[in-house]
Nanobody, 124 residues
Framework: QVQLVESGGGLVQAGDSLRLSCAAS????????MGWFRQVPGKEREFVAA????????YYADSVKGRFTISRDNAKNTLYLQMNSLKPEDTAVYYC?????????????????WGQGTQVTVSS
């Protein structure tokens, strides 16, 4: 089992940058595939980025490709999301997710551990 705690959200202006962090408990962090999702009220949770546990392959949603960078530090049990060139449409609650089960890496149903979320608000 793993517990996830996100941090780093906030209110920024369009074009600014933020770095989200997700601290994970436990000693088996490296064995989890990790992902970032986001959600706005009234909409489904949306895939943002993910990193495989097996080979470290990285995947991004088209909407964030070239602007966001996902990374993990297994020694620190921490997942990161560097967000650059932020846009108002990036405004959402961002969730960190972890999983050891098989499934599509971009599907929220493939993750069984979730953080509490951190709010990111981008003003125009």
């Amino acid at each position: 089992q793993v517990q996830l705690v996100e941090s780093g959200g906030g209110l920024v202006q369009a074009g600014d940058s933020l770095r989200l962090s997700c601290a994970a408990s436990g000693r088996t962090f490296s064995t989890y595939k990790m992902g970032w999702f986001r959600q706005v009220p009234g909409k489904e949770r949306e895939f943002v980025a993910a990193i495989r546990r097996s080979d470290g392959s990285i995947y991004y949603a088209d909407s964030v490709k070239g602007r966001f960078t996902i990374s993990r530090d297994n020694a620190k049990n921490t997942l990161y999301l560097q967000m650059n060139s932020l846009k108002p449409e990036d405004t959402a609650v961002y969730y960190c997710a972890a999983s050891q089960i098989m499934g599509l890496i971009f599907a929220s149903g493939s993750y069984n551990y979730w953080g509490q979320g951190t709010q990111v608000t981008v003003s125009s």
